[in-house]
């Protein structure tokens, strides 16, 4: 368990740290915000569509080669990546050609660092006991989760004197290293005991929610009748209103994690200083991880919230973050404002998450996880860029539309959300 934890931490911790880093660089090579922002959006791109791929791979090539595919891509892409930057931030390879290369090199994250999660779940939902399996399958989705606070928490102790802002990259790439030895050394082979196949983790991103677990028994009956029925569709009427919900307050939180990294620059004057920058953006993405940890660990069951007054609820107190944040011009006020924002979206998404299932029976269960995962990783595609470019234009344009989304969504979901009914 201990290292199958560590795979999913690192893989999580990894893309974080680079995420509190990476705009503090582009400051530093002078390259325009948006094509920072197009470089996550690139590898978000890649995640969404390579991870249904190998969810299925991991029944046919086994857990453990496809657990270290993904941790040798995760570990490839950030060495490459860190080198990558060094050369550039030493002058040797031009900034534009610096930052085509590096988005070369981040593909093998999205592209190959999405085959881990999965196969980890797989691999303990075979190996466990069912009345032991939830709680396994919930310990290392957890990882996933906590690696998204510690990646912007360590990434500043990693600004090497040597390498300076490329080093958290290359400390992560030497990581990986280690749990890649682990992983070969130290797991068991494949000997499955149960049929089990590992859920689609969602694109890692500091202050999103950890992934979520399928804990269904695979030994239970089928329902045969299950067959007759026409399969779910996106205009389903029992699913669509919390998908649209999903979509509008995905596109609010992908935009303030897009933008936030950039407004700590300009808000407390440090395009000069980029290597404070990034100490102070992950700070504050911490904040906004430890608030979103908060919501999903300790208000939601602690509270017992069910969907649609988490959705309304967690979409309201996220405007009340944007707009604070959008306005602040001290550090204390970003990290209120941007903690209260994580708050909400930590509330949010799984009550749309919850809604979407609740509203459809079981043997639908599997579409609606699909295309939950889907709503949620397509959110960091295009919206991180459109906000940059919004905020480029000027801030509160940007920020106005995330609060707008989230207004939207609060005012038409009071009539089209339904009461929490659980499915027939």
């Known amino acids: 368990?201990?290292?199958?934890?560590?795979?999913?931490?690192?893989?999580?911790?990894?893309?974080?740290?680079?995420?509190?880093?990476?705009?503090?660089?582009?400051?530093?090579?002078?390259?325009p915000d948006v094509w920072v922002s197009l470089a996550f959006s690139w590898s978000a791109l890649l995640w969404v569509l390579t991870a249904p791929h190998w969810a299925r791979q991991s029944d046919k090539r086994g857990r453990k080669a496809l657990m270290a595919l993904g941790?040798?891509?995760?570990?490839?892409?950030?060495?490459?990546?860190?080198?990558?930057?060094?050369?550039?931030?030493q002058g040797y390879?031009?900034?534009?050609?610096?930052?085509?290369?590096?988005?070369?090199?981040?593909?093998?994250?999205?592209?190959?660092?999405?085959?881990?999660?999965?196969?980890?779940?797989?691999?303990?939902?075979?190996?466990?006991?069912?009345?032991?399996?939830?709680?396994?399958?919930?310990?290392?989705?957890?990882?996933?989760?906590?690696?998204?606070?510690?990646?912007?928490?360590?990434?500043?102790?990693?600004?090497?004197?040597?390498?300076?802002?490329?080093?958290?990259?290359?400390?992560?790439?030497?990581?990986?290293?280690?749990?890649l030895v682990m992983l070969r050394w130290r797991l068991p082979d494949d000997m499955p005991r149960f049929a089990a196949r590992g859920a689609i983790a969602a694109y890692p991103a500091a202050g999103a929610s950890p992934a979520a677990t399928d804990d269904d028994n695979e030994d239970e009956v089928v329902d045969q009748s299950a067959a007759a029925e026409p399969p779910l569709r996106w205009t389903d009427r029992r699913v669509r209103?919390?998908?649209?919900?999903?979509?509008?307050?995905?596109?609010?939180?992908?935009?303030?994690?897009?933008v936030i990294g950039f407004l700590i620059l300009d808000r407390l004057h440090l395009r000069m200083r980029p290597d404070e920058g990034a100490a102070i953006t992950g700070i504050v993405l911490m904040a906004g991880a430890f608030a979103t940890l908060l919501a999903q660990w300790g208000l939601i069951p602690l509270l017992k919230l069910t969907p649609r007054p988490t959705v309304l609820g967690g979409a309201a107190l996220a405007i009340v973050g944007i707009l604070m944040t959008g306005l602040a011009q001290d550090l204390h006020a970003i990290v209120i404002g941007f903690a209260t924002s994580s708050l909400g979206f930590g509330l949010f998404r799984p009550g749309f998450t919850a809604g979407s299932s609740l509203s459809v029976p079981r043997r639908d269960q599997g579409a609606?996880?699909?295309?939950?995962?889907?709503?949620?990783?397509?959110?960091?595609?295009?919206?991180?860029?459109?906000?940059?470019?919004?905020?480029?234009?000027?801030?509160?344009?940007?920020?106005?539309?995330?609060?707008?989304?989230?207004?939207?969504l609060v005012a038409w979901g009071w009539s089209a959300l339904r009461q929490d009914q659980p499915a027939a």
């Open 93 to 179: 390879l031009a900034a534009g050609f610096t930052f085509v290369v590096f988005a070369i090199f981040r593909s093998l994250y999205g592209g190959f660092g999405s085959a881990s999660p999965p196969a980890v779940q797989a691999y303990v939902a075979s190996r466990t006991d069912p009345d032991q399996r939830t709680q396994a399958l919930s310990l290392v989705s957890s990882s996933f989760g906590l690696g998204t606070v510690i990646g912007p928490a360590i990434a500043p102790f990693f600004i090497l004197p040597f390498v300076g802002l490329a080093g958290p990259l290359l400390v992560f790439a030497l990581i990986g290293l280690a749990v």
């Open 241 to 258: 209103p919390w998908l649209l919900a999903g979509l509008f307050g995905g596109q609010a939180q992908a935009m303030m994690l897009g």
């Open 368 to 408: 609606v996880a699909g295309m939950t995962a889907s709503i949620n990783g397509s959110a960091y595609i295009v919206s991180p860029a459109i906000g940059v470019l919004l905020y480029n234009w000027h801030p509160m344009v940007a920020y106005g539309l995330m609060a707008g989304f989230c207004v939207g």
């Open 71 to 89: 941790v040798v891509g995760f570990m490839s892409s950030m060495l490459l990546c860190g080198l990558t930057l060094w050369a550039g931030l």
């Open 1 to 31: 368990m201990a290292v199958l934890f560590a795979i999913m931490l690192v893989a999580a911790a990894g893309n974080t740290a680079m995420q509190s880093i990476l705009p503090a660089i582009g400051a530093k090579l002078h390259i």
